[in-house]
């Protein structure tokens, strides 16, 4: 069993729709949850972290962790053309753990 | 704008040749990372290093080692190039505190033959 198990997708939306991305784990230990997402052809780009449980949001994404259930999930709402990326989540710090990424189609 | 840059954004290589991808960042910071990134298999650590002349092992070190001379540069260092090494790598850097925001270059596409 992986550490971290993210579905790869693709996923394909409509432009406006609420997205929603997830992640479990496995390591109880993880304190630090984040998402980055990933253009075509670049390197990763930090999106949001959270500390422990509970969520956060910033703009028109909100990221969750549920840390009884070892679930994580992004959720981006009206979602744009623009947000069509690879999103990858990470735990962990000094041992930070990826997720094998959801590759994300917005579609105007 | 913080940038970490990467020597070539595309390698063709030889099975057995030595091959060096270095990556250079301009914010200061002390952590300084090695990726490897394959499909169905998300990011995997190589090496990273916390200060200069200072590596430690990731996830995956065989067949790879690191140079950190100065703080700004880490270099990734395929000592004897097979083919499956044939794969993204990215470099990434962070404070030496804040591990959780790193910031990556671009990668290197790595093809050996």
């Known amino acids: 069993q992986k550490e971290v198990e993210q579905d790869p997708g693709p996923l394909s939306v409509p432009e406006g729709a609420i997205v929603s991305l997830n992640c479990t784990y496995s390591?109880?230990?993880?304190?630090?949850f984040m998402w980055y997402r990933q253009y075509s052809r670049k390197g990763p780009e930090l999106l949001m972290y959270?500390?422990?449980?509970g969520n956060k949001e910033d703009g028109r994404f909100t990221a969750q962790v549920d840390k009884s259930s070892k679930y994580i999930s992004l959720f981006i709402r009206d979602s744009q053309p623009s947000d069509s990326a690879t999103y990858l989540c990470a735990m962990g710090r000094n041992d930070m753990r990826f997720g094998a990424g959801t590759r994300l189609t917005v579609k105007p | 704008d913080v940038k970490v840059t990467q020597s070539s954004r595309y390698l063709v290589k030889r099975t057995g040749e030595k091959v060096f991808l270095e990556c250079v960042q301009d914010m200061d910071h002390e952590n300084m990372f090695w990726y490897r990134q394959d499909p169905g298999l998300g990011l995997r650590l190589i090496y990273f290093s916390y200060d200069v002349k200072m590596k430690e092992k990731g996830d995956i070190p065989e067949g790879y080692s690191v140079s950190r001379e100065k703080k700004e540069r880490f270099s990734l260092i395929l000592e004897s190039a097979s083919t499956n090494q044939t794969s993204m790598y990215l470099c990434a850097s962070s404070l030496r505190d804040s591990q959780e925001t790193q910031y990556f270059g671009p990668g290197t596409r790595l093809l050996v033959l």
């Open positions: 959270t500390y422990s449980s």
């Open positions: 390591n109880s230990a993880f304190q630090y």
